[in-house]
C-alpha cells in the first residue's frame, strides 16, 4: 500500500544538491536585483529634487552665498529646473543691527563694527557638495564633519569714526577689507 507521508531525502548526496541549487538561485536573483537597482536609478531621469535654501537678512544681503551654492552644484552637475529646483524666498531682519563685533560681514558692511568669520560664499559651494552627495544616496550620518578654512576679517571705520573709537593700524594692516 502505498504511503501518504514520503520520506524526507537522505542527508547524504541528493538533499544537499538540491539545497545547494536552490540557494544558488535564491543568491543570484538577488544579486541580479541589487545589481538592477542602480540601472533603475539612472533610468529615472526625470524626478526633479527640491531644495530649500534658508537664510537669514533681506534676498539682495543673501543673493551672493545663494549663488555660490547654486554655482557648486552646476559645478557638480545639477542644472536648476531640470535636476533640481531652489525655490526662492526671503525675511526681512525683524531686529536693528547695534555697532559691535560679528562673525558674519554682512553685519558690518550694514553698519557693524568688525566682523570675523568664516568665509560663507567658500561654505555655500561645500554645502552644495554635501548636497550632492546626499542627492547621490550617500547617508547625511556617514558624511564628515568639515569646518571652515577660510576666515575674514572685516573692520568699519565709518562705524568707528561715529562711535569715536580709534582702530590701531596693525589691525588694520591684518584686515582683509576695511570700510572707509
Given at each position: 500500500?502505498?504511503?501518504?507521508?514520503?520520506?524526507?531525502?537522505?542527508?547524504?548526496?541528493?538533499?544537499?544538491?538540491?539545497?545547494?541549487?536552490?540557494?544558488?538561485?535564491?543568491?543570484?536573483?538577488?544579486?541580479l536585483g541589487l545589481f538592477a537597482v542602480p540601472?533603475?536609478?539612472?533610468?529615472?531621469?526625470?524626478?526633479?529634487?527640491?531644495?530649500?535654501?534658508?537664510?537669514?537678512?533681506?534676498a539682495a544681503r543673501n543673493r551672493p552665498y545663494?549663488?555660490?551654492?547654486?554655482?557648486?552644484?552646476?559645478?557638480?552637475?545639477?542644472?536648476?529646473?531640470?535636476?533640481?529646483?531652489?525655490?526662492?524666498?526671503?525675511?526681512?531682519?525683524?531686529?536693528?543691527?547695534?555697532?559691535?563685533?560679528?562673525?558674519?560681514?554682512?553685519?558690518?558692511?550694514?553698519?557693524?563694527?568688525?566682523?570675523?568669520?568664516a568665509n560663507l560664499r567658500d561654505m555655500n559651494?561645500?554645502?552644495?557638495?554635501?548636497?550632492?552627495?546626499?542627492?547621490?544616496?550617500?547617508?547625511?550620518?556617514?558624511?564628515?564633519?568639515?569646518?571652515?578654512?577660510?576666515?575674514?576679517?572685516?573692520?568699519?571705520?565709518?562705524?568707528?569714526?561715529?562711535?569715536?573709537?580709534?582702530?590701531?593700524?596693525?589691525?588694520?594692516?591684518?584686515?582683509?577689507?576695511?570700510?572707509?
Amino acid at each position: 500500500m502505498p504511503s501518504l507521508v514520503t520520506p524526507s531525502p537522505p542527508r547524504g548526496g541528493e538533499g544537499r544538491v538540491r539545497g545547494l541549487s536552490t540557494r544558488r538561485a535564491f543568491l543570484s536573483t538577488v544579486s541580479l536585483g541589487l545589481f538592477a537597482v542602480p540601472l533603475t536609478a539612472k533610468a529615472q531621469t526625470g524626478k526633479v529634487w527640491r531644495i530649500g535654501y534658508l537664510d537669514q537678512g533681506s534676498a539682495a544681503r543673501n543673493r551672493p552665498y545663494l549663488e555660490a551654492f547654486q554655482q557648486g552644484l552646476r559645478d557638480l552637475g545639477w542644472v536648476e529646473g531640470k535636476s533640481i529646483a531652489i525655490p526662492k524666498s526671503s525675511r526681512a531682519p525683524s531686529r536693528r543691527w547695534l555697532p559691535a563685533m560679528y562673525g558674519i560681514r554682512e553685519y558690518a558692511e550694514a553698519g557693524g563694527l568688525m566682523a570675523y568669520g568664516a568665509n560663507l560664499r567658500d561654505m555655500n559651494r561645500v554645502g552644495a557638495s554635501f548636497v550632492d552627495k546626499i542627492l547621490r544616496g550617500a547617508k547625511p550620518a556617514d558624511l564628515p564633519v568639515e569646518q571652515p578654512t577660510k576666515f575674514e576679517l572685516l573692520i568699519n571705520l565709518k562705524t568707528a569714526k561715529a562711535l569715536g573709537l580709534a582702530i590701531p593700524q596693525s589691525l588694520l594692516l591684518r584686515a582683509d577689507e576695511v570700510i572707509r
